[in-house]
């Protein structure tokens, strides 16, 4: 079977459930919220009777009860009023009479209210008003009158005695009501604190039931859920560990299962890609020895073009010149110009050999990688161009140059052939003016060197960095055409870049980066400098 069809098949032989751990966490939650539910349903049943039991007993049948004890208190000052009156038959005491009688009238408005929903108390509540009433008019009017009208209390007597036994029927039938509301009382405090005593039992079932509920729920998702998705972490750490034979088995929900086998699967294919890797690994390797042993056939020709090579040339310049000294006096023109030809051809071979294997050196040979000063290289580049400077008259200025990591030498000989480029195509008609420009960026540093010179189209601005690459004849200037290319390979063995500014018109302006080093202080240098003065 191809490892490709294996990659495909998920692993098997674990418990698996057909619900998803969504279904299952919402059947939890449904469960939930049912339980809540119900719980908050009977939860509110039970204080609805709580509060309604309470509400009873404190909002009617106590203040009922107080409203009855007002009117019996009520009419026995009305009794008394009269009976003062009756006696003395000062006016004054029929003031709290009437005030009795008017606060009566209050008290028993109110009493009929709170004991509309208890048709039984409220009846008797009537009753005993009736009498109240009945006793008013048929005694209390009477005596007042009587005594008004000039009758002695000894004249009243019998009345008062006949009105003493309605007034005591009146004051038994509210003793009655009080007696009715004191049981209404009792029985509605029994039925609070059974009320309140179910409800205390409800809540802690219930709270009981939420708690239980919970820890079942808990317990399920933990057995259910984080248990194979704890397995899955560790089996998938353990690969990421190294250990890429481990197989992953799928278990639990649908969709954890799944997503086992999908890491299973991309296990596999990781499995795969890895020997593939090490097959194309192996085989970069012996690429890599052979290239290896391919560069040391290099290393050897380039010993052999630097050694061997040379001396046949040298052998054959120095051989034509020693011809064309002895026998110049017997040779003609083209004989003589013939000779000269073979003399510069070599000498040119030559130069071509020694260009290219400066080339081939960089970042082969030299790796000397330090912090420079490039004030000091840039020094160094202007003294091995002392000649050519002085005799061409050119002025070079120079910004302040920083510190850099780099090769000194390499760094050394970008600075010369771009001095070099300059003073070699000057302007006819002008002294050469060389400007050294740097200029500090976020990532580090720019450098520019421009000339007032011959300038370059900016069509060549890609041609001028090829290997022996030359935009004007052979006669015209001398050089093999490798410099630039050499300052290309400088700057990008340093992690930089060099073009040409094909936007400077006043002759050729070159640009180039270089990164900055770490923690490395610029160096503080005023003003510009002039290093080398011309001739």
């Known amino acids: 079977m191809s490892s490709a069809a294996t990659a495909d098949r998920p692993a098997s032989g674990g418990r698996r459930s057909g619900m998803t751990t969504s279904r299952r966490l919402s059947v939890m ?13 009977v939860g509110a049943v039970a204080l609805s009777h709580t509060a309604a039991v309470s509400n009873r007993l404190a909002d009617r049948i106590s203040p009922a009860r107080t409203a009855v004890s007002r009117l019996e208190t009520g009419l026995l000052e009305q009794v008394a009023a009269v009976r003062g009156y009756v006696i003395t038959g000062d006016p004054v005491l029929l003031g709290p009479y009437e005030n009795g009688v008017a606060a009566e009238r209050v008290t028993a408005r109110r009493a009929r209210e709170l004991l509309a929903d208890e048709p039984a108390a409220r009846r008797e509540l009537d009753a005993a008003l009736g009498l109240a009433d009945r006793w ?36 038994a039938a509210l003793k009655s009501l009080e007696g009715r509301l004191d049981r209404e009382q009792a029985a509605g405090r029994a039925d609070l604190d059974r009320a309140r005593a179910v409800r205390d039992v409800l809540f802690v079932a219930i709270l009981a039931t939420l708690l239980l509920s919970s820890i079942v729920i808990s317990v399920l998702v933990r057995l259910t859920v984080l248990r194979p998705l704890g ?50 690994r192996d085989a970069l390797e012996q690429q890599a020895d052979e290239l290896r042993r391919s560069n040391e ?37 083209r004989a003589r ?30 790796g000397d990688d330090r912090e420079v000063d490039l004030a000091e290289v840039l020094a160094q580049a202007e003294s091995n ?11 070079v200025v120079a910004d302040p140059l920083p510190v850099v990591n780099g090769d000194p030498t390499l760094l050394t000989m970008l600075w010369q052939n771009l001095l070099g480029n300059a003073v070699k195509f000057r302007s006819p008609d002008r002294a050469p003016r060389i400007r050294v420009e740097a200029t500090e960026e976020a990532d580090g540093w720019s450098f520019a060197v421009a000339d ?45 870049t060099l073009r040409l500014d094909d936007g400077y018109a006043e002759g050729a302006r070159f640009v180039f980066t270089l990164p900055k080093p770490a923690a490395v202080a610029v160096p503080e240098q005023a003003g510009e400098r002039t290093p080398v003065a011309p001739a």
Do not use: W
């Open 337 to 366: 110009q013939y000779i000269g030809y073979a003399v510069d051809g070599a000498t040119r071979m030559q130069s071509l050999i020694n260009d290219l294997l400066a080339f081939s050196r960089i970042g082969r040979v030299y």
């Open 385 to 395: 161009l002392s000649g050519p400077i002085a005799d061409a008259g050119a002025q």
């Open 452 to 496: 007032n010179g011959i300038g370059i189209e900016p069509r060549y601005a890609d041609k001028i960095f090829l290997i022996f690459q030359r935009l004007h004849p052979r006669g015209s200037y001398d050089g093999t055409g490798i410099g630039l290319a050499i300052c290309k390979k400088i700057v990008e063995y340093h992690g930089g």
């Open 136 to 171: 008013r008019a048929d005694f209390p009017t009477r005596l007042i009158a009587a005594r008004r009208g000039g009758a002695s209390p000894v004249d009243l007597a019998p009345i008062v005695q006949r009105g003493r036994l309605a007034f005591d029927a009146a004051q």
């Open 297 to 333: 056939d290099l290393e050897q020709f380039a010993y052999v073009a630097s050694h061997d090579l040379q001396e046949p040339l040298r052998k054959v310049a120095s051989f034509c010149q020693m011809l064309h000294r002895r026998y110049a006096d017997q040779l003609d023109d």
């Open 231 to 280: 397995r899955l972490g560790a089996s998938v750490r353990q690969v990421a560990g190294g250990d890429f034979e481990h197989r992953l088995t799928p278990e639990g929900p649908a969709d954890i299962a799944r997503l086992t086998a999908d890491v299973e699967t991309m296990r596999q294919r990781v499995v795969d890609a890895l020997k593939t890797s090490r097959r194309h």
């Open 29 to 41: 939650m449904i469960a939930m919220t049912v339980l809540v539910l119900t719980g908050g349903a």
